[in-house]
Every structure is written in C-alpha cells, then in structure tokens.
C-alpha cells in the first residue's frame, strides 16, 4: 500500500510569506496529525484532524491553521513566516476505527524561512 | 496526558543487545505505548507496540512491568544501521474524544560503533 506522502519535499520562503504544504494519508486512514521538527529537536505536535474536523491543536500561534478535505487528504498553512519557522513539517496518518491504531509518518516538508 | 522520560542518548556496539527504558509515570488507563525509530531527514517508523506484558516482532520487544509506569524497548543484536532517534510515545487518540495530541518525548539518539 502506498504510505504517507507529503509534497512539496523542500519549501523555500521569505519571511512574511504564506507557505502551504500537503498531505495525503494512507488509503482507509481518517486521522491526519501535523508535527513540527526544528532541527536537532524533538517532534512538535500541531495540528490533529479527523473526519474533516481539528479535534486538537498544540501550543503554536494562530497563523498556523489547516483543514481536512472529504478525501482525508490535509493541507498545513503557515501565515506571516518567521525565520524560527524554518523546520521539517511530519505529517502522520492514523486509522481510528481501531483504537490506538499506530501513526503512520511521510517524510515531511523542509521549510527553509529566510 | 502522559509525559515520557528517555536517556538522551546512548552508545553500543555491532552485535550487542540494547535496551532503551522510558518513563511514563501517570500513564492512564487506556494509554497504549507505542516506540518509533526516526533516521535524518525522514519521518519516524513504527517499531512496536504494547499495553502490558512483553510484546515481540520481528525487530524488537517491549517490556512492560506490570505497574505499567515503565517500559523497556529490546533490540537484539545492534548493527551500525540501527544508529537513529527512538522515541517513546503514550496516549490513545480516543475516538470522538477531544484527546489525540499525542506528544513525543525528546527522544534517545542510538548510536551504534563498529
């Protein structure tokens, strides 16, 4: 089966800019989670989407938003981009018909703020 | 929600058995644990998951006692591709719940010599 995929692999903006990255879950998955990975550092959680809805977001300011399309496929969008927003962005797909159905993670999004 | 507490980092050797404990001392009832391996640049990959007890595959074993406040990721036979970031991960997306930020510790970086 095919797994996660994320596009675009790299990302390259100025600050103030808007960038937008994409996520295609695995087939039959309806949980899509968004993480943040500065370099060096441990996964940030974000954003939590099933079923078309944010169920949960993390600790991170307001330009950081997205949404869930009917096909379960998600978009993360970053508004007003500051250098220390410079990461790679995970994107994670999880089945939750079955109770703590492990996440399945692309390989994420480079997004260089300069 | 859970929080979890690795070592931060530990070296081992081609051919040795390693053993990575993790922390989660208010680990809650339905709480599942659950252990990803990350190499650079990639996303993380599943590698086990458990409730109580041990669990083995193909790859590893996971120990849990039975207060459940700890849990012991078993690597047979290290070699040099086994270097990478292992995260422990606790919690459960409940369905319909407003839970689902699973959060990742800051992980324990493997590094395996010759």
């Known amino acids: 089966e095919a797994g996660v995929t994320q596009s675009p692999t790299h990302l390259i903006k100025t600050r103030g800019q808007q960038a937008t990255l994409r996520c295609s879950p695995i087939s039959g998955h309806t949980s899509v989670y968004w993480y943040q990975q500065a370099l060096g550092l441990g996964l940030q959680f974000l954003l939590w989407?099933?079923?078309?809805?944010?169920?949960n977001r993390g600790n991170f300011p307001p330009r950081f938003s997205g949404r869930q399309f009917p096909n379960y496929s998600s978009e993360l969008n970053v508004n007003a981009l500051e250098l220390e927003d410079s990461a790679l962005y995970l994107c994670?797909?999880?089945?939750?018909?079955?109770?703590?159905?492990?996440?399945?993670f692309g390989n994420g999004t480079r997004l260089t703020v300069t | 929600l859970a929080k979890t507490t690795q070592p931060i980092s530990m070296d081992s050797y081609e051919g040795q058995e390693v053993n990575i404990t993790c922390s989660h001392n208010n680990i809650a009832t339905n709480d599942y644990i659950t252990w990803y391996q990350q190499f650079p640049s990639q996303g993380p990959r599943f590698i086990i998951q458990g409730y109580k007890t041990k669990v083995t595959n193909e790859v590893a074993s996971l120990f849990i006692p039975a207060d459940r406040k700890s849990s012991t990721l078993s690597l047979p036979r290290v070699s040099l591709s086994d270097t990478a970031v292992y995260y422990c991960?606790?919690?459960?997306?409940?369905?319909?719940?407003?839970?689902?930020?699973?959060?990742f510790g800051k992980g324990t970086k493997l590094s395996v010599k010759p």
């Open positions: 994670a797909s999880s089945a939750r018909q079955f109770a703590n159905s492990p996440l399945h």
């Open positions: 989407y099933d079923e078309g809805e944010e169920r």
């Open positions: 991960l606790v919690g459960e997306a409940v369905y319909g719940g407003s839970q689902g930020n699973l959060i």
